[in-house]
């Protein structure tokens, strides 16, 4: 692929410095506004019900993650979802271990009923099980999917109309129709918590300043996996590797994305 | 001015190792409770309304911090504001996003209502939106202020009766009467999540160990802020920054505010 | 003593990766699910009164810490508790701030009453607490114990039928009739927040591999500890000491605590 698109995005958001309104669970919240900064945007998280829809109004993106998940913050998330569908502010789902338990499983097809979602990421288990195939999810790790994940994920896309990302080794994305395939990314991101939420943060900053949501997504899987796979060179474990991946993400260049993203069409 | 009162006001914060008691938001809090022990206290975070006031009631100082609030926290807060008034323990409060939403500036002006607080600290934006100037907040950044921030500081100040801490490249601080200019600090503290909360934690060090408020204050923001330079040094980015944030806060020496503190009376 | 049961505990929590449920405070969350990857387990965290049931079902070990609780919390710990109990799941309790106020001691002693914990974890002023001892807690921190701690923790041992862990510069273990004293650990590891929660954590993954509540958390105690001494050589301060922890946790290798586990029988 020409890779000068994901520079151009990622060179906006390090311009425009969106707002990126988070509804997210607490145990990686602070990576979450960390990477957030080091992407270019700025985050805020604001889950009651009583100011959740006022602050999605101002942002640039809404990224909704159902890590640590109860009813309440259902219903905050789908006042924000709500205004910010009116708005035309993009939300993104990150429908943390939906699959392993009822209550995640059924909040997440509540969340997809009642809300216009842009992007939902997830990994084979969670995508596979929302998209009806046969896959499982044990706590909030992926235990395996049946099919051809490609197929699933443009399929599951073409049916609801959202960008769907199935990350893994090789991120799928696909709208229904194209399906980009991102091989960024390093194993020692699957040694700490949290890489998982900091990338939907990260495409919630890219969504904020590009409509077209595949690219939007490939630019924040790409741009992540390259700031992955430097951290991990300059790490010597989990510990030493999280710093690292935020002070790379924080030094990556939109021109690095030419000759370092990955990405290509299947 | 003379530094021998910063310097031994540290000294006291790590002699005395206050307990300093927080409710605060689910971002940072991780980041506050170790930077209070950095800087010489015992952090505690307790919420719930049925230990909140009896926590407060132990501590050294009361750190409340709006970043993540809900109507039941501010609740929380409330009780453990009185206890706190009643004893004597001094009062800090980070208004965190206040002009942002409106659940954030009118909790904010409740907790100004009904407690008595010893000092507030937040950024231009905050701080200008509740002294009534023509201020901007997005998410928890500030967007702006018009008018002479200093003025503005002071006479916030007088007409409340509390310390006000205009932080910024230049932090601002009076009681109404006195006003202190901090110089310390580095740029790359706004490249991380938290280094405005954590100032907020370290404030309530100082100020359970000294009861001039402006004083403690001004302490907080210098050895913060000299640790902040010392770590933008030692550091590549904001990921490895913040580990040395914290290094350099537990290592900092009462005496090394003597030289580096840099506090003018404007 | 033989460590060749601790390398072999240790080593078959690597191989099975063992799911660890964690309902925890808010302030050491992050840290207890990285700390519980690189110890090789699979952390979730999941505190919905309509999941935590569900989600215990699925999991190797049950954490409970009560670091931030509120009476919701409490009745997410027994409904996750009362599945874990009849599935022969290990409960372990980390009593954070037991005895500082009423809430936390009455909650402990509720959780101790209404489930069967199999090990429970704190610092001697918590353990003295509800064992009933002259022991005093401020704020999450001991204040002090009367007596003699080994006798205090057989005794709460023996008549609770729980294992009790007084985790201190030498670690007690008692299941009321063995005692095992553990030496491992550096003084760093009270510098930063959150030390007390991942051991607790990590006694969670060892506990989901084995069935001999001494050894497991002895193991536990053991490997944390030399990570923490290892930790402890390879940083500068606090800041850097917890990166370098997490590194040390993920690089042990089992065979690592042949020679290293400094573990006596009293």
Redesign the interface.
């Known amino acids: 692929m020409d890779n000068k698109v994901f520079s151009e995005i990622f060179a906006r958001a390090r311009e425009q410095h969106p ?1 990126v ?1 988070h509804i997210t ?7 979450c ?2 990477i957030t ?2 992407a270019g945007g ?7 019900r ?2 959740a829809g ?2 999605a109004g ?2 640039g993106a809404l990224v909704l993650n159902i ?5 309440g913050i259902i219903e905050s998330m789908i006042l924000a979802g709500n205004v910010a569908n009116e708005r035309r502010i993009p939300v993104i789902l990150d429908p943390v ?1 939906a699959g ?5 499983t059924e909040s997440t097809r509540r969340l997809l009923e009642e809300l216009k979602i842009a992007i939902i990421k997830g990994n084979a288990g969670e995508i596979g099980v929302l998209a009806g195939a046969d896959a499982k999810v ?4 992926s235990a395996g999917i049946t099919g051809d994940p490609v197929t699933i994920t443009r399929t599951f896309a073409r049916e609801t109309g959202i960008t769907v990302v199935m990350s893994g080794a090789t991120d799928i994305i696909s709208d229904g129709k194209r399906i980009l395939l991102v091989e960024n990314g390093h194993p020692r991101m699957g ?4 890489t998982g939420c900091m990338v939907t943060s990260v495409t919630g900053v890219c969504a904020a300043v590009e409509k077209d949501r595949v690219m939007a997504a490939a630019t924040a899987l790409a741009a992540f996996g390259m700031a992955g796979e430097q951290a991990a060179a300059a ?6 590797f ?10 990556l260049a939109p021109e690095a994305l030419l000759a370092g993203a990955r990405v290509r069409s299947a």
Do not use: Q, W
């Open positions: 707002l309104h669970n607490y145990v990686t919240v602070n990576d506004a960390n900064l080091c700025a985050p805020v998280m604001a889950d009651a009583e100011e006022e602050m101002f942002a890590g640590t998940l109860n009813p271990g392993a338990t009822r209550l995640r044990r706590g909030v790790d040694a700490i918590s949290g790490s010597k474990g989990p510990g030493s999280k710093p690292a991946l935020f002070d790379a993400m924080a030094a």
